[in-house]
């Protein structure tokens, strides 16, 4: 599997247990794919060897009476606990599942065993490629249910890293879906507290006892958990004149919720596993080396920390340069090179991801980087001459700006990366102390708004 055959990652939180999506094969054949909420889609399908992935999507936006705007919302994944793909329309996604163990052992360090074992299934889920700017014109409340579903899923396996105010604002939005309006004198902090994971992150659910608990808190703040999820649900608006129809009038909090989810700048993205090079410490030097998630999306790349669930690099397109290595040559390495500093000093970083998925990665920098130039020309004219503007339509709401808290958990933490920094003298690549240099990479994304800068050696180096 290359480039060409969709985005391949880290499994996501849909992947509760292992599932079939095929009971039987033959002139006709019963297929199920599942849906964000877990639910299931049965479709009876002829010639399912030859089926492309276009035509099972289009029967599942029948069966579910979607508007068109889903076709592009929307894609068909193959997930199994091991390994996720996106499809593209031509993919045959029965053929791609007799090949699943063969991309298991080029993408996946999955013991042998567990690769025998594995089995995929098809799942209904958001489309990597489609924009949040598009995602905000969206009315219908199945589609933005779905969608809802999706984010939440995330949001509670922890995908998504967010700080605990936003947890509980977005816990809150759970509540007034699940439970219905605030409503004063009601037993709601039982609701809430049977419930807590429905609307938490794990790790803010857990409850301990006496001083260890305490000690173990790591400075979380006083109102987490149930009485600052109680708070916030208190703060949720109704919208005026919603409709009496309760599907209905839930569409506002669907839209409220992914609202708040656009301000992730992780949000929508493919999910890669990976890890890299802790710093050294101690009179040793000891390193290792830690597991990462590698969140790649429309607007950038993340470095996540799989277990402290923090943000440790985000870089825009245009804040970066980068390339792979493969087995063949070395091993599989995602190289990731940004502008930094070191003690004050302006240079360039390398970062080394190392990950079986990195030529995937690669491929996903790259088409979302093409993507991007496609369209950056044409937003300001559509914002500037859209048929709602011309109509005299509301616009949709404006996207706020990314949250920077301090200690935010979706800032970067350049100090805890291990990273290389190098300087280009004559026709060598060598490690220095911090001075800047020439890219030592080609590959970047060439617009003119970039803040990412090809830089110039200086006259005096001091080698490290």
């Excluded at 030529?359 to 020309?377: D, G, K, R, V």
């Excluded at 709401?397 to 949250?403: D, E, F, I, V």
């Amino acid at each position: 599997m290359d480039g060409t055959e969709g985005n391949a990652g880290q499994p996501g939180p849909a992947d509760r247990s292992h599932r079939s999506s095929v009971s039987s094969v033959g002139a006709r054949a019963d297929v199920l794919v599942y849906l964000a909420d877990d639910t299931m889609v049965p479709l009876a399908v002829e010639n399912l060897p030859s089926l492309t992935a276009h035509e099972l999507h289009q029967a599942v936006r029948e069966v579910l009476q979607l508007p068109d705007v889903a076709l592009d919302a929307f894609a068909l994944w193959l997930v199994s606990p091991l390994l996720e793909v996106q499809l593209k329309p031509k993919h045959q996604p029965y053929k791609l599942g007799r090949q699943w163990q063969e991309l298991l052992l080029r993408f996946t360090d999955a013991p042998d065993d567990d690769v025998a074992m594995d089995e995929p299934s098809l799942q209904f889920r958001r489309n990597v490629f489609f924009p949040k700017r598009r995602e905000l014109q969206i009315h219908d409340k199945e589609v933005l249910r779905l969608l809802y579903e999706e984010a939440k899923g995330n949001v509670l396996a922890a995908r998504y890293p967010c700080d605990v105010e936003d947890c509980e604002a977005l816990g809150a939005l759970v509540c007034r879906v699940q439970l219905g309006p605030y409503q004063p004198g009601q037993p709601t902090a039982c609701a809430l507290r049977e419930k807590l994971d429905s609307f938490l992150p794990a790790h803010l659910c857990k409850r301990g006892h006496g001083l260890f608990a305490a000690l173990r808190g790591r400075g979380t703040k006083a109102g987490t958990g149930e009485q600052g999820l109680l708070n916030a649900y208190r703060r949720v608006k109704e919208v005026a004149g919603s409709e009496s129809e309760h599907e209905a009038s839930l569409s506002p909090h669907y839209r409220a919720y992914l609202l708040k989810c656009h301000e992730l700048p992780f949000y929508g993205s493919a999910f890669f596993h990976g890890e890299i090079d802790k710093p050294a410490q101690g009179f040793l030097h000891r390193g290792g080396q830690k597991p990462v998630s590698v969140a790649i999306s429309l607007e950038g790349v993340h470095v996540i920390d799989s277990r402290e669930k923090h943000v440790l690099l985000g870089l825009r397109f245009q804040e970066l340069s980068w390339d792979h290595t493969s087995p063949e040559e070395e091993e599989s390495v995602l190289w990731l090179e940004f502008d930094g500093d070191n003690e004050g000093t302006p240079v360039n970083k390398l970062l080394k991801i190392y990950s079986k998925q990195a030529e995937l990665m690669s491929s996903l920098i790259e088409y979302c980087i093409e993507l991007s130039q496609a369209t950056e020309p044409a937003t300001p004219q559509e914002s500037a001459a859209s048929p709602a503007s011309a109509a005299g339509s509301s616009p949709p709401p404006t996207q706020h700006p990314q949250l920077r808290r301090q200690g935010s958990v979706v800032c970067s933490r350049i100090q805890h990366l291990s990273t290389i920094d190098y300087v280009e003298e004559g026709e060598q690549i060598k490690r220095v102390k911090p001075k800047r240099s020439t890219s030592f990479f080609s590959r970047q994304l060439s617009l003119g708004q970039g803040s990412y800068a090809v830089v110039q050696p200086t006259e005096s180096l001091e080698q490290g």
